[in-house]
């Protein structure tokens, strides 16, 4: 992942996207070994890649309505295969620019503030993190 800016600003960025990535490594963890946590798996994998800029700019959009429509009820990740525009052919969904620009948006919390003591708090944690990952993201783009 590489960023822009001074020296300093480079080395403050990487050294924020790496804790961000091992704490994302670290709930994936957690999830593929205890299905209480990995209920919310859906949650945690669409709203770290929206906030760390991973998507593609195709996918982005596409990425936040399903956030969207998952933390509404409206849909079940079980039902989603095939019906968003992510072709099962269409590998190629992730920012490959070489550039992540994860401070694109002012982020009020960041996965860090995802507790995974117990898979209840866990759950409670990664929803509260996707909604407002998510209302930063509607705000920015509704104010332009």
Known sequence: MVCQGTDNDMDREHGLLEQWHNK?????????NNPEYYEVHHLLVLTYMLQTDGYSDVHFDLAKELLELFLKGSVRPQKVKGQFGFPETDLNIQNTSGYRNFK????NLDIMVIGTDRPEQYRKDVRAWAEEVLTVIETHTDGQ
């Open 104 to 107: 694109k948006y002012r982020w």
């Open 24 to 32: 994302y490594l670290e709930c994936l963890a957690l999830e593929f």
